[in-house]
């Protein structure tokens, strides 16, 4: 099983301040796929592919890496982004998800 | 517009049976593969299930083989997690997903005497 480490686990940012999200893979992934989950809400598909941004989000988002190391960044942090951020990989069974980063707004 | 919305949770014993119902509209059911992931209160996501588009191949995580099966009837769009000897660690939401772009909005389980 591919084991992804998230980090940080909790960080917080003002207003227009860049952000960047880890997730490192137990093994080699091909992919990473990042979502954003609000209180009470679906997860929501952020980034696919590693670096392709889902339909209707907002490009401050933005997503890298290869191998066993991925990120995601968010270029201006605004209000609306506090949320848990997860990191998926569906190269390999099981699709195994980070264990989550949750970020607030200063 | 995709939508899939599921059904069939609620409160049952340990050691019950219960079957989830994920019914999908907005995209041509037959041709994609399906996930079940689910979600403990205040916890992370775990994926749990997945069927092929044809049920060619189905695929569980360890935490529910043996106990959880997968299935589809594509005739009615619609996607089932039939749920076998529940345990008080399967309680959670319980999300249908296509791909990781389309997510229903969950269904709660919760096991507890």
């Known amino acids: 099983e591919i084991v992804l480490t998230q980090s940080p686990t909790t960080t917080a940012a003002s207003p227009g301040e860049k952000v960047t999200i880890t997730c490192l893979a137990s093994s080699s992934v091909s992919n990473m796929y990042w979502y954003q989950q609000k209180s009470g809400a679906s997860p929501k598909l952020l980034i696919y592919?590693?670096?392709s941004l889902a339909s209707g989000v907002p490009d401050r988002f933005s997503g890298s890496g290869s191998g066993t190391s991925y990120s995601l960044t968010i270029n201006t942090m605004e209000a609306e982004d506090a949320a848990t951020y997860y990191c998926q990989q569906w190269s390999s069974n099981p699709f195994t998800f980070g264990s989550g980063t949750k970020l607030e707004i200063k | 517009e995709v939508q899939l919305v599921e059904s069939g949770g609620g409160l049952v014993k340990p050691g019950s049976s219960l079957k989830l119902s994920c019914v999908a509209s907005g995209f041509t059911f037959s041709s994609y593969g399906m996930h079940w992931i689910r979600q403990a209160p205040k916890k992370g996501l775990e994926w749990i299930a997945l069927?092929?588009?044809?049920?060619?191949?189905?695929y569980y995580a360890d935490s529910v083989k043996g106990r959880f099966t997968i299935s589809r009837d594509n005739s009615k769009n619609t996607l089932y997690l039939e749920m076998n000897s529940l345990r008080s660690e399967d309680t959670a939401m319980y999300y249908c997903?296509?791909?990781?772009?389309?997510w229903g909005q969950g269904v709660m389980v919760t096991v507890s005497s």
């Open positions: 069927i092929y588009y044809d049920s060619s191949n189905k």
């Open positions: 592919s590693t670096s």
């Open positions: 997903a296509k791909s990781g772009a389309d």
